[in-house]
Every structure is written in C-alpha cells, then in structure tokens.
C-alpha cells in the first residue's frame, strides 16, 4: 500500500526514479536524491524515508548526499 505513486518516477522532474518520501512537506511525497536536496536546502529538520524496494524505511536526508552550508546565504564558502 505504501509503494510509490505514478510508476516510481520522480514527482517533481518527472525523469528520476523514487527514493525519498517526505513526512513534513504537503505535496511533497515521492523525490529522487536530486529533487530532495534541491527541495529540503533550507529544511534541513524534515523527517525524510528511504525507498527500500519494498517499503519506506525512516532515515536522514544526509544519506542523499545532502549539505548544509552554514553561511553564506547557504552557498559554500567562496574563499575555498
């Protein structure tokens, strides 16, 4: 029952394969790595899952390579 929607593509670029479900956003259920990162750069505190193949299991949105910049209007430090 918890399989993911519109044939496991990406529900925002329409072109990646589902792997991130988040619990908080409204409308924003079924991501790909990209599209989570892209969606969650300043919501860095919403509780995310991980599609396993056969279920959504809990985890941190650190395992889709996600990266808080603490500074620079969210940009990496230029001076490196």
Not at 44 to 72: K, S
Request: charged letters at 10%; proline letters at 6%.
């Amino acid at each position: 029952m918890e399989a993911p929607a519109n044939g496991g593509i990406c529900l925002s670029c329409n072109i990646r394969q589902i792997m991130w479900k988040c619990l908080d956003c409204v409308g924003c259920t079924n991501l790909c790595d990209q599209c989570v990162r892209i969606r969650h750069s300043s919501l860095p505190y919403h509780r995310v899952e991980h599609w396993t193949g056969t279920f959504f299991e809990p985890a941190w949105l650190c395992q889709a390579n996600m990266v808080v910049h603490l500074g620079h209007a969210g940009l990496p430090c230029p001076s490196i």
